[in-house]
């Protein structure tokens, strides 16, 4: 039987990620689908929505076989360490045929050649030298990526993979497949329905009878968490598929819904009483940004007012966030580019439990399949172990009801029978 990775968030899971899973079976008929998803924190630089083990049984009574987790900090960072981590687990997992992904252009051939160009010694080297320039100080990274792309290769077509989300994560997962000589074989799929931060979703009156057909009936999960939010559970229904929408229901009853607003006192008081030097080192920390996120928090009284004093066109409220939460957590560059030492299993089906036991006799990263077994892990994965077990604590105090420090070290993963 084939195995395929998706490497997700699911924050919420809905029809456009119905849609991929039903398209992955579709293109290579039995096939058992793995999640490698984002725990507690998402790429954003945000909380997820629910609990990583709720998004864990939603995907997996939607389809998905198997949901192991990109713990913290991989799961909060941008798309090259994002990436490079996901690959990394995926790859020693020693079960994986295909990578699958979804992308804006769904063309594997043009993700390639952008993605083995920007490798190129020479792009490297321009793209350093551009990011120390004094004139260029007030721009990020993706910006002058892109105008170095422009500027070299004259080819509009590939240079627009480079403003879509999905074509930016589909380019470091194929540089990252082929830094870590993978065999995996990379698979896109075409990204169908709204924007990826579309914050409108499309008219409920739109969908016809089998919505995941039906693009009108995809909305972004930007939207989806912003109808979660403000106006609950039965906002979102059209868009997600039946199972999911019951499991996020009650996680809502239950006031297990995630804000970083919730945090608010807790990241001000942290930058105001902190002396920005202790933090320099902390990873997306650089051009005096940890001044600035000090002294914003001195000015500030909202969550919102903090972000926006201590935004500019180099930093994205995106990275301003990653820095953030790297700095309560103390997270180091260092840290990102050491590759995870473990992984952990958050739910599962009966195939998923048959591929597991293949891969307890051929992984070569440790599989977590049971709350204690993070105390015989050996000491760097052990010290891995610590800082997720930080970040879990910081999430509970993100929920609409405070949940105690080390409620996720108690849950067993979810078993569907």
């Not at 080192?281 to 914003?296: Q, V």
């Not at 440790?366 to 800082?387: C, F, G, M, W």
């Amino acid at each position: 039987m084939k195995t395929a990775v998706i490497i997700s968030e699911y924050n919420p899971f809905h029809n456009g990620h119905q849609y991929q899973i039903d398209r992955l079976r579709t293109m290579l008929g039995e096939v058992c689908i793995i999640a490698i998803m984002s725990g507690s924190y998402t790429q954003r630089g945000e909380p997820a929505i629910f609990p990583k083990h709720v998004r864990a049984q939603a995907a997996v009574d939607c389809g998905i076989s198997l949901v192991l987790e990109l713990p913290f900090p991989y799961s909060c960072n941008s798309a090259e360490f994002f990436a490079e981590a996901a690959v990394s687990i995926a790859d020693r997992l020693g079960v994986v045929d295909y990578l699958c992904f979804g992308s804006e252009s769904g063309e594997l051939s043009l993700i390639e050649t952008v993605s083995d160009k920007l490798s190129s010694e020479e792009f490297r080297t321009r793209l350093f030298a551009m990011q120390r320039a004094p004139e260029n100080a007030h721009l990020g990274r993706a910006a002058l990526t892109q105008q170095l792309y422009a500027a070299m290769y004259n080819a509009p077509e590939q240079t627009a993979l480079l403003s879509r989300p999905n074509d930016i994560l589909a380019i470091e997962y194929l540089s990252a497949l082929k830094r870590q000589n993978s065999s995996i074989r990379p698979l896109p799929v075409r990204r169908f329905g709204a924007e990826h931060n579309s914050t409108t979703p499309p008219e409920p009156q739109l969908l016809s009878e089998k919505p995941v057909e039906n693009h009108s009936a995809i909305a972004s999960a930007t939207s989806l968490r912003t109808l979660l939010r403000t106006e609950g559970a039965e906002k979102i229904a059209p868009y997600v598929p039946e199972n999911a929408y019951l499991i996020y229901r009650e996680c809502i009853e239950k006031q297990r819904v995630a804000d970083m607003d919730n945090l608010t006192e807790a990241i001000l008081a942290f930058f105001r009483l902190t002396d920005p030097d202790s933090i320099s080192d902390t990873a997306e920390i650089t051009g005096g940004l940890n001044y600035r996120l000090c002294s914003a928090a001195k000015k500030a009284t909202s969550l919102e007012s903090f972000f926006a004093l201590a935004h500019t066109k180099r930093y994205t409220l995106a990275r301003i966030r990653r820095a953030v939460w790297n700095c309560l957590l103390a997270v180091t560059e260092k840290q990102l580019k050491t590759p995870p030492a473990y992984t952990q299993l958050l739910a599962t089906d009966d195939k998923g439990r048959e591929v597991l036991r293949r891969m307890k006799k051929c992984a070569s990263i440790p599989i977590l399949t049971k709350p204690s077994d993070y105390k015989l892990l050996p000491e760097n994965a052990h010290r891995q172990a610590a800082v997720v077990h930080r970040a879990d604590a910081l999430f509970t105090l993100a929920l609409a009801k405070s949940a105690p420090a080390f409620d996720f070290i108690t849950q067993s993963p979810y078993m569907k029978k």
